[in-house]
């Protein structure tokens, strides 16, 4: 059985947000940094990560410009904007809250009576 | 790779950029995934292929991509216009509160004349353009009779040819006939003058107004014993409430039950401002019935027919009637077959398409005159834009926020105009909706009001352009030295108001032409004195008046009755008066029985030339010994005796009226003696000409008097209270009886109403477009004077004299004028030939009135010339120069 978990719907941007939060980052470096730090856990196709980015440009969540990356060669470089940082703020919140009752409930036990 | 496409980047389109970028973000994606797996130790096939997995479908994320990112830059652009379109907008209403002068002349002019053609496209739109308000109107045409030669045609069928037409039609979906006119109506106790529409054939298939309640009338109502009536929903609602409520009532008309059987919304319905429908026995006919032109003809043609295909199958069908019964083919050359809204409009398209004409060249002064102004001010602009040119403003830039001036100006000048078209516009619209035929259809709505904001953007536009690019170059050129402007010799702005002088000239010459044609018009002789005689139009509906000897005996004693009151000097009755309806016949003499011309039959008590002041030229007038035993005689007008006896005397000659007289006398009509010649009358007022016309006493054609018209004359101390006396009198005579009065004066002026208000509109517009030049002038001329100041001062130093110096100055202007009158006097000549159906007795190029209205203009123009002129001669040189 693959180990490896779906996305849920959303959280791909979260994710690509809190990642841009270290500072700005092309494509291909946000899909390694979301490899790297889920050990290869999560599962997204390249392509989804790239409709995220141009999604969130297109609210004005991020911003791209072009860059050159350590070897030389021209890549967009997208950044947080500052309504991308309330955003990223607000969705993290949401997320946990969410996290945390949606945890609690299935911890629930049956009890004897 | 890369490199080919970066060279090639510029000259891609931005949205080839677009693609270009996006393609290689993703290729970049692929390239660093491919080169750390090599780096990893993977092979370098391997690596791509791995690379593409884990990328997913590659083209399909590329195609939406694409569209995201395109549709995002077209957001972006919209937004950043509409930010600067905002800037240049803010700055526009500054500039307007800065010099409030301007603006507020600029939105004045250009919401006068944006008002005037809101309200005439108004005209236009409901009369012409609108489509009719019944279900597929493209499908209905108006079906007409045609005499022999091919354009000789005439709005009116006989039932008896519509009756062939309809059986011979296989392109025709429904057609159906009509007869329209004021009826009585009895409705409880009470009676009422009606506008009624009596139809046959499936008249209602062919216009299907929308129901309101009940049902239409179909072809079989006319044939029935039972009558029905369907009424127009406004009279329903008045007289019984509701729609609904009004079906099963009943309404006494002719002195007749019907009894209402539908109620239809009158907007939907034809003819506009009928109050009633019934339907009536359609029958076929041979012979003269042919001859009887008295109804209207409509058709609904077949889905997929086109209107020559219905005119040549129809035209077939008419050949076929003149073949079989050559008695009955007058006016059956052909059928013509016309789209009824043309049928509808045809009369007054020319006068509304005039209208509209001059009233865009008023609204072209009126731009003519803002660009003016504002090159008139360019000098004070120049140097506000050069500074903006200088710090990098391109000059497209410069000139869009120079054009938003004159949009933002325009905007609240149509805002302005708009306003006013709806407030005081009915001013114009209410007299004119009356005159016109579907007038009802007019009426100022969202779709004039869009009209309206498209016409105040292309004045905005056509104001600002002339200005924007002479200012935006010659800052450019200038750099901002104010000295270096080019003033030249010539008149900035010349050429403008040489074009608002043109067609200033030419929309008064238009309006001088009618005019003069109008006040020629009026002062024909009528051959009747309308002033002070009352007219009722009086039914005799009861059936103990079918046999007629009853009737003379109540038109007898009602004249006897009229006769005493104290206010009527004489009292006379007819079935047929002036202004009103008009039946004409064949006539017929010993000596030739079917002349080639007809005469009206006017039935006639012995007072009628008395009353109505008609000159009777030779013989005698009826008098009381002619009567029902005497022998039958006659009196005809100055026309008839002259086509009917040319050269010799008519007394005593013979003539008879087939048409009018032959169902009396078992098909056989009576001769008639003539005992008198009397003056012609104009019978549809000023405007129509003399028609022969036969007169016959009421006493000897009884069975004609059932309908009449009743004619008073007043004294003249008593006229205005003559028709109250007359209504009474009437309702006294019989209490059952609708009295509707009206002056025969009033008819008159009506008849000449659409001529009277086209005329006063047009010179409306002439007047505006004067006005608008002289400020035109004005604003030049004192222009002129303020860059010529130096000049004029040098000059006025060196001794020159105060009238040496106007001259100079009024030659310019003198110049300016006389071009733009040479161009007006020409485009006018070449224009006038439009108002040639709305001219009578007055040629198109009447030299007095062009002559006129130049000297009108020029006079005016000088004048305005002359005020700055004046002040600038007057000026103290030496103070001049100081100011400098």
């Known amino acids: 059985m693959d180990s490896r978990l779906p996305l849920l719907k959303g959280t791909l941007d979260l994710l690509v947000l809190k990642a841009l939060s270290f500072g700005p980052a092309h494509g291909y470096g946000l899909a390694t940094w979301l490899e790297e730090n889920s050990a290869g856990g999560l599962t997204a196709e390249d392509s989804a990560l790239y409709q995220a980015l141009h999604r969130m440009e297109g609210r004005g969540l991020v911003e791209a410009e072009w860059g050159v990356t350590e070897n030389s060669r021209r890549a967009r470089y997208y950044s947080l904007t500052t309504r991308g940082c309330q955003h990223l703020e607000a969705e993290m919140q949401t997320w946990e809250r969410y996290a945390a009752l949606v945890s609690s409930i299935l911890s629930l036990r049956p009890t004897t009576a | ?884």
């Open chain 2, 1 to 884: 790779m890369l490199d080919y496409r970066r060279i090639f980047r510029l000259r891609l389109g931005r949205r080839a950029e677009l693609r270009a970028e996006l393609d290689e973000e993703l290729t970049t994606h692929i390239e660093l995934r491919v080169d750390e797996l090599v780096a990893r130790g993977m092979g370098r096939e391997e690596a791509m292929r791995e690379a593409r997995k884990r990328f997913g479908d590659f083209d399909e994320a590329k195609r939406e991509l694409y569209s995201s990112v395109r549709r995002r830059e077209v957001r972006l652009r919209w937004g950043r216009m509409l930010d600067s379109v905002g800037r240049d907008v803010r700055l526009a209403f500054r500039r307007m509160v800065k010099s409030p002068g301007f603006a507020v002349v600029s939105i004045s002019i250009l919401g006068l004349a944006i008002s005037l053609t809101t309200v005439m496209f108004t005209l236009v739109d409901g009369v012409l353009l609108r489509p009719l308000p019944f279900p597929e109107p493209e499908r209905l045409v108006s079906l007409e009779s045609v005499g022999e030669g091919s354009d000789d045609s005439y709005a009116y069928v006989s039932m008896a040819n519509w009756h062939d037409w309809r059986a011979g039609t296989t392109t025709l979906a429904a057609t159906g006939i009509s007869e329209q006119g004021r009826i009585s109506v009895g409705i409880g106790g009470d009676a009422f003058r009606v506008t009624g529409t009596s139809v046959g054939g499936d008249f209602f298939q062919v216009f299907q107004p929308t129901l309101m309640a009940g049902r239409p009338l179909t072809m079989e109502d006319g044939q029935a014993i039972n009558q029905v009536t369907v009424l127009a929903s406004s009279f329903a609602t008045r007289h019984f409430g509701s729609p609904d409520d009004a079906l099963g009532r009943t309404l006494t008309i002719s002195g007749r039950p019907y009894e209402v059987v539908g109620v239809v919304d009158e907007h939907t319905a034809h003819p506009e401002r009928s109050d009633l429908w019934v339907a009536f026995h359609v029958a076929a006919g041979n012979g003269a019935a042919r001859n009887n032109i008295n109804f209207q003809a409509f058709g609904r043609l077949k889905e997929g027919v086109d209107v020559d295909r219905a005119r040549s199958e129809l035209d077939a069908v008419a050949s076929g009637i003149r073949a079989t019964d050559p008695e009955g083919a007058f006016h059956s050359h052909g059928v013509g077959v016309v789209p009824l809204q043309q049928a509808l409009v045809s009369d007054v398209a020319d006068t509304l398409w005039l209208l509209m004409l001059a009233v865009v060249a008023v609204l072209f002064v009126a731009c003519a005159n803002l660009a003016g102004l504002g090159l008139a001010g360019a000098r004070r602009r120049t140097g506000e834009v050069s500074l903006r040119l200088a710090l990098g403003c391109g000059r497209r830039q410069v000139i869009r926020q120079l054009l938003v001036e004159y949009l933002a100006i325009a905007a609240i000048g149509g805002a302005l105009g708009l306003t006013l078209a709806w407030t005081v516009g009915d001013l114009i619209l209410g007299p004119m909706a009356l005159e016109l035929p579907r007038g009802t259809a007019v009426r100022l709505d969202l779709r004039v009001a869009l009209f309206t904001a498209g016409l105040t953007i292309g004045a905005g536009l056509l104001a600002g352009i002339a200005p924007a690019v002479r200012i935006s170059r010659s800052a450019d050129l200038t750099g901002g030295s104010r000295r270096h402007l080019r003033v030249g010799r010539s008149l900035p702005g010349g050429t403008l108001v040489a074009i608002e002088v043109a067609l200033a000239l030419a929309i008064l010459i238009g309006g001088g032409l009618l005019l003069r044609s109008l006040q020629v018009v009026a002062a024909r002789d009528l051959g009747y004195d309308p002033a002070g005689v009352v007219v009722v139009e009086v039914d005799l509906n009861g059936e103990e008046y079918r046999s007629g000897t009853l009737a003379v005996e109540y038109w007898r004693t009602l004249l006897d009755n009229l006769e005493q009151h104290p206010g009527v000097q004489s009292a006379a009755v007819a079935n047929w008066i002036p202004t009103g309806d008009l039946g004409t016949g064949f006539v017929a003499l010993p000596h030739d029985p079917e002349p080639d011309f007809g005469a009206s039959y006017r039935v006639v008590s012995e007072g009628f030339f008395e009353t109505l002041e008609i000159a009777v030229l030779r013989g005698r007038a009826f008098d009381p010994s002619d009567g029902p035993g005497t022998e039958r005689v006659a009196l005809v007008n100055r026309a008839l005796a002259d086509r009917a006896w040319p050269g010799s005397n008519p007394i005593g000659q013979r003539i008879a009226s087939p048409s009018m007289e032959a169902w009396l006398y078992d098909g056989q009509a009576p001769w008639l003696s003539v005992i008198g010649v009397v003056d012609d009358i104009r019978h549809d007022g000023y405007e129509s000409d003399n028609e022969p016309e036969l007169y016959v006493l009421y006493r000897q054609v009884p069975r004609w008097t059932r309908g009449m018209n009743v004619v008073v004359r007043g004294l003249e101390s008593e006229r205005a209270t003559l028709s109250t006396q007359v209504g009474e009198a009437i309702r006294a005579s019989n209490p059952a009886l609708a009295v509707e009065t009206s002056r025969l004066d009033d008819r008159v002026a009506n008849l000449l109403q659409e001529r009277v208000l086209t005329q006063r509109i047009l010179a409306g517009f002439g007047v505006t477009a004067l006005l608008l030049m002289c400020l035109g002038v004005y604003g030049l001329v004192a222009h002129a004077v303020s860059q010529r100041t130096r000049e004029i001062a040098v000059r006025a130093a060196l001794g020159a004299r105060s009238t040496g110096l106007l001259g100079l100055i009024l030659g310019g202007a003198g110049r300016v004028i006389g071009v733009g009158t040479a161009i007006g006097l020409a485009v006018a000549y070449g224009l006038t030939g439009l108002l040639d159906s709305l001219l009578i007795d007055v040629p198109a190029t009447d030299p007095a009135t062009f002559l006129a209205a130049a000297a009108l203009l020029v006079t005016v123009g000088m004048l305005a010339a002359l005020i700055p002129s004046v002040r600038a001669a007057r000026m103290d040189p030496s103070e001049a120069l100081r100011g400098e």
